[in-house]
């Protein structure tokens, strides 16, 4: 199968990136924290991460390093999020493209090889990609090698906002220090591994330090400023316990079912039923006709539990203001809330439908 030529893995960066961007007058993980914003159901949506490997300093928008026919192959492939990485530390690396999966049951994770990464890039590029078309299904795309060790990629990029330099470095290098390769000896802490990265943009300024754990998609944020929060809830996540505190979402979902699954997990948490990643399950939603005083949006959404409970979630929209900056910079904007009522089915076992 031939593949256009698109030149290096990335294109040259056009100017100097200002990393970090100025500190502004007021942050908006600060203003965020404030008001109390909730979390729930702010991951972004995607079935698939390609994130390539770039070292250096990063512009705001980092992805038009891209080469353009991938920037172009990527506009018709919405549920793959791309973004740059680079090694905590800015330290060499021998890898030049992850890519990862995150259907429930079904997670994958790939990593090719920096002296492979233009030509995997030029393979998604190609017209009428399969490789591509596999990850905008979520499906494994078969490039490079399949990697058992998670990834753990955290939002540094301060050009794009000055919160994510400023708290999301810290964060990234005390995972770094604790999941990352090390010596392990009898007192070691971690129980669990993982690959650390910084990352462009995760989504969600406000809630840095802010991470996704690949490949599930499990995506973290809002614990600030103590790095050390971001820390134990992504290890709690790799050790598959239930995390609510700075539960972000699930990526593959879109987030009226990201607030279902949440809900869902607090209500197992109440009861005592464990609810690590893949123990909670989205299986569809239907939009229902408005709500007497609901007038941003309601669907029903169907949950399964692993342990054959099935739970019908009513989920509205509300805003609230006053709002908060959604980026440092930015102008105010309403924040969005998310109501859930949760009926589990009335015996385990028994499915119940839309």
Do not use: I, K
């Amino acid at each position: 199968m031939s593949v256009p030529d698109v030149g290096p893995a990335l294109e040259p960066a056009s100017e100097p990136a200002p990393d970090p961007a100025p500190e502004p007058a007021l942050r908006c993980s600060v203003a965020a924290r404030d008001l109390g914003e909730p979390v729930d159901a702010t991951a972004p949506r995607a079935v698939s991460w390609l994130a390539v490997v770039a070292q250096g300093s990063w512009a705001a928008d980092a992805t038009s390093r891209l080469p353009a026919p991938l920037r172009e192959a990527l506009a018709g492939a919405p549920l793959v999020r791309p973004l740059l990485v680079r090694p905590v530390g800015r330290q060499e690396s021998g890898t030049g493209v992850l890519l990862a999966g995150t259907l429930p049951g079904r997670t994958w994770l790939r990593e090719v090889d920096a002296a492979g990464a233009a030509d995997a890039l030029a393979a998604l590029a190609e017209p009428g990609s399969p490789a591509l078309a596999a990850m905008a299904s979520g499906q494994d795309p078969g490039l490079g090698r399949r990697s058992a060790r998670p990834a753990v990629l955290v939002c540094t990029n301060g050009a794009r906002d000055a919160c994510c330099a400023r708290e999301g470095r810290p964060a990234a290098a005390l995972l770094q220090e604790r999941l990352g390769p090390r010596r392990r000896g009898l007192f070691s802490r971690a129980a669990v591994g993982a690959d650390v990265w910084e990352a462009t943009h995760l989504g969600g300024h406000r809630f840095a330090p802010t991470a996704v754990v690949l490949p599930s998609g499990a995506v973290l944020g809002g614990l600030g400023p103590d790095p050390a929060r971001l820390a134990d809830a992504v290890e709690g996540t790799l050790l598959g316990r239930t995390v609510l505190e700075g539960y972000r979402g699930r990526s593959t979902w879109p987030v009226h079912e990201q607030a279902a699954e949440t809900a869902v997990r607090r209500h197992l948490a109440v009861v005592g039923v464990n609810a690590g990643q893949d123990d909670v399950v989205v299986d569809g939603s239907t939009p229902v006709d408005a709500v007497s005083g609901r007038a941003g949006g309601s669907w029903r959404v169907l949950v399964r539990h692993s342990g054959g409970r099935t739970f019908r979630v009513l989920v509205h929209r509300s805003v609230m203001e006053p709002g908060r900056p959604a980026s440092c910079g930015a102008a105010v904007t309403p924040v969005v809330l998310w109501d859930s009522e949760v009926d589990p089915d009335p015996a385990p076992g028994v499915y119940v439908g839309l």
